[in-house]
């Protein structure tokens, strides 16, 4: 089974960064470590990369967990390249991303497969203990944040389960390096790369 047309065109109309052919190789790494054990997102936002991983986390017969305190990276903040003004909170000023989240996984009929935990990343990795078959880095993609993310939440990929990160570019011309620093520290503690997608790379515990 592959994603329904119906399901697919949830995940083009969210708002995202997910382009569709990285999407469907997520959903593919999604199904491939979800016969390991649950998935485990790192950045929920709209929930765009949540409906190619939920599909797969169902049709695995196991779960996603997707982790974003839902108020933006710095690099989504008004004045920053990926700043959407539709998404911030009149109320407050601050962005807010979660109503858009749960409507897209209410669209895509995902919410029995698709677990949010908001909150802060570090935080919540603070208390985790549960062993995942697939983990994908997608929040924060300062130097810092990126590199926490991945000491944090590497160490619960088991063995055969898939690492996927987001936006990693060799070339700085292309884009922030941070991602890409997460996929060489990876690849140096035995992680197995398995394929490329456009900035999208999966590697194998
Ligand atoms: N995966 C999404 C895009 C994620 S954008 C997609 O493909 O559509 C990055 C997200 O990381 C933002 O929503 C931001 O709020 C979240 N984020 C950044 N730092 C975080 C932190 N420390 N804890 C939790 N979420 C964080
Ligand atoms: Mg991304």
């Known amino acids: 089974m ?9 995940a083009r109309a ?12 997520l959903h ?17 936002y709209c929930g765009k990369s949540a409906v190619y991983l ?3 986390a169902r049709e695995a017969g196991t779960v996603l967990f997707t982790i974003d305190h839902h108020h933006g990276s710095e690099e989504n903040q008004a004045g920053w390249e990926h700043h959407d003004t539709e998404v911030v909170d009149p109320r407050t000023g601050r ?4 109503p858009f989240f749960r409507r897209t996984i209410e669209d895509a009929g995902l919410e029995s497969a698709v677990v ?3 909150g802060d ?3 919540v990795g603070a208390v985790w203990r549960t062993p995942v078959g697939f983990l994908f880095i997608d929040g924060g993609h300062a130097e810092d944040v990126a590199m926490a993310d991945y000491e944090i939440w590497s160490r619960h990929v088991l063995a055969n389960g898939v690492l996927a990160i987001h936006d990693v570019f060799e ?32 590697l194998r515990r």
């Open 54 to 56: 939920g599909s797969a």
């Open 14 to 25: 969210a708002k995202g960064f997910m382009p569709e052919d990285e999407g469907l190789a």
């Open 171 to 202: 070339d700085p011309a292309d884009g922030g390096q941070a991602p890409f620093r997460v996929w060489q520290r990876a690849v140096a503690e035995g992680f197995t790369p398995i394929s490329t997608t456009g900035s999208l790379r999966t």
């Open 28 to 44: 593919e790494a999604g199904l491939d470590g979800g016969r390991v054990g649950p998935l485990l997102e790192i950045g929920s």
């Open 121 to 123: 990343s570090p935080t």
């Open 116 to 118: 949010a935990i908001v």
């Open 2 to 10: 592959t994603m329904t047309e119906q399901v697919l065109a949830v």
């Open 95 to 98: 962005m807010d991303t979660l």
